[in-house]
Structure formats: structure tokens, C-alpha cells
């Protein structure tokens, strides 16, 4: 079992920054890739951005590509998801997820946190 804690969401002015965080425990965080997905109301849940569990590959959908970087830092069992220039669209509710295989689909992690809003102001 890997239990997933998020955090850093808020409320945040478009145009500005966040970073959300991935606190992971349990199994041994390293062995899996960590994605992180966003769900905005009405709507179904997304990929963003997933990075493999050496840490030297990353994806990202093309809508947040260029502004969001995810990290990670085994040595803390954390995950990181840094979100500049922030677009109104942005808004959703972010869970970070672990897996272990490397992809988009949400059906691939097996692991997730319970969510931290995110809210940008137009």
C-alpha cells in the first residue's frame, strides 16, 4: 500500500504560480511513477504531467506543457507540481497518483491522493 497526501492548493490570481506537493508513505515511494491528474467540475478527470520513478523522464499534456514541471525528490518521498502562469482553465481539483507503469491513463495508477483544489481567478 503507498498512502498519497496532497498539498499547496489554493487560491491564486491568473497569471501567478502554486506548487503542489505529494507527500507519499508506505511502500517504497522510488519504485513508482507519480502522475498527477486534475478533475474540474462537470467535467472528467485529466492527465497532467507523470515523471518516471528514476526521475529522469516527464510528460505533460500539451495544455499545461511549458508552464507546469513535475519533480520528485525520492530522498523525502515526495512529489512536487510546480504551476506557473496560471490560466482560469487551470481550476480543477489536482490528485496526485503512483504507479507502476509509465503513462497517461488514469486506469495505470494505483495509488491516489484525495485531491487539493486549485482555484484561479480570471
Known amino acids: 500500500q503507498v498512502q498519497l497526501v496532497e498539498s499547496g492548493g489554493g487560491l491564486v490570481q491568473a497569471g501567478g504560480s502554486l506548487r503542489l506537493s505529494c507527500a507519499a508513505s508506505?511502500?517504497?515511494?522510488?519504485?513508482?511513477?507519480m502522475g498527477w491528474f486534475r478533475q474540474a467540475p462537470g467535467k472528467e478527470r485529466e492527465f497532467v504531467a507523470a515523471?518516471?520513478?528514476?526521475?529522469?523522464?516527464?510528460v505533460y499534456a500539451d495544455s499545461v506543457k511549458g508552464r507546469f514541471t513535475i519533480s520528485r525528490d525520492n530522498a523525502k518521498n515526495t512529489a512536487y507540481l510546480q504551476m506557473n502562469s496560471l490560466k482560469h482553465e487551470d481550476t480543477a481539483v489536482y490528485y496526485c497518483?503512483?504507479?507502476?507503469?509509465?503513462?497517461?491513463?488514469?486506469?495505470?495508477?494505483?495509488?491516489w491522493g484525495q485531491g487539493t483544489q486549485v482555484t484561479v481567478s480570471s
Open positions: 515523471i518516471r520513478w528514476g526521475g529522469g523522464s516527464t
Open positions: 497518483a503512483a504507479g507502476r507503469t509509465y503513462g497517461l491513463g488514469s486506469h495505470e495508477y494505483d495509488y
Open positions: 508506505g511502500r517504497t515511494f522510488s519504485y513508482y511513477t
